[in-house]
């Protein structure tokens, strides 16, 4: 059983560009979630994807959006990057309805905007 | 909405002493809660949780918390912390309707030295 996998795990970006973060759920799980987690930060939750669709969204601006696959794998696009999107993304992957609220987390990908 | 308050950001401790890690929580809505803990350059993982039924929870590595619904609290602790519980523990609630989209503290780290 493969865990939750996230590529890349570092990069650096410049304010302004867009970024594009992968995540491969944990086998089983068709719900997914995204977490920023600023330095020095707990984790802050930005939205979850269940059957491909947005089911909750955390308070981020619509520059942050997200697609879920039909393989429940997930990706995070960030637009028009500013300095404050520095942060390690973390995803996130569940049961089915996610009713435990177990989460099962990948490694995360560092993000640095200069 | 709900929120974690984690007082401590830092806790040294020696060897096979004893540790508590704080934790209380704010909700308008009966909750679960969590705590993950996070090693150096790894993604979360979840320590221990309380979903239901009795209000003294346990992990399998000594570690176990109390729900206290009157203090609304959640502390962590373990009779004798080991060198290898050196990580950062969060603290983390959901509402029991939205269980998999968790809203986190601000981490504790737990140095243990000899």
């Known amino acids: 059983e493969t865990g939750v996998t996230q590529s890349p795990t570092h990069l650096i970006k410049t304010r302004g560009q867009q970024v594009t973060l992968r995540c491969s759920s944990q086998s089983g799980h068709n719900t997914v979630s995204w977490y920023q987690q600023a330095l020095g930060q707990g984790p802050q939750f930005i939205f979850q994807?269940?059957?491909?669709?947005?089911?909750g969204r955390g308070n981020f601006p619509p520059r942050f959006s997200g697609l879920q696959f039909p393989n429940y794998s997930s990706e995070l696009n960030v637009n028009a990057l500013e300095l404050d999107d520095s942060a390690l993304y973390l995803c996130?992957?569940?049961?089915?309805?996610?009713?435990?609220?177990?989460?099962?987390f990948g490694e995360g990908s560092r993000l640095t905007v200069l | 909405a709900q929120s974690v308050t984690q007082l401590d950001s830092q806790v040294p401790v020696f060897e096979e002493a004893p540790v508590e890690l704080r934790c209380n929580y704010s909700s308008s809505v009966s909750v679960y809660l969590f705590w993950y803990v996070q090693y150096p350059n790894q993604g979360l993982q979840l320590l221990l949780k309380y979903l239901s039924g009795s209000t003294l929870v346990k992990s399998i590595n000594g570690f176990e918390a109390e729900f206290n619904k009157s203090q609304t609290s959640f502390h962590l602790r373990k009779p004798s912390v080991h060198i290898s519980d050196t990580a950062e523990y969060f603290c983390a609630v959901s509402s029991t309707g939205t269980a998999s989209k968790l809203t986190f503290g601000t981490g504790t780290r737990l140095q243990v030295t000899l």
């Open positions: 994807y269940y059957r491909e669709e947005e089911n």
């Open positions: 996130a992957s569940s049961l089915p309805g996610g009713a435990t609220g177990e989460l099962f």
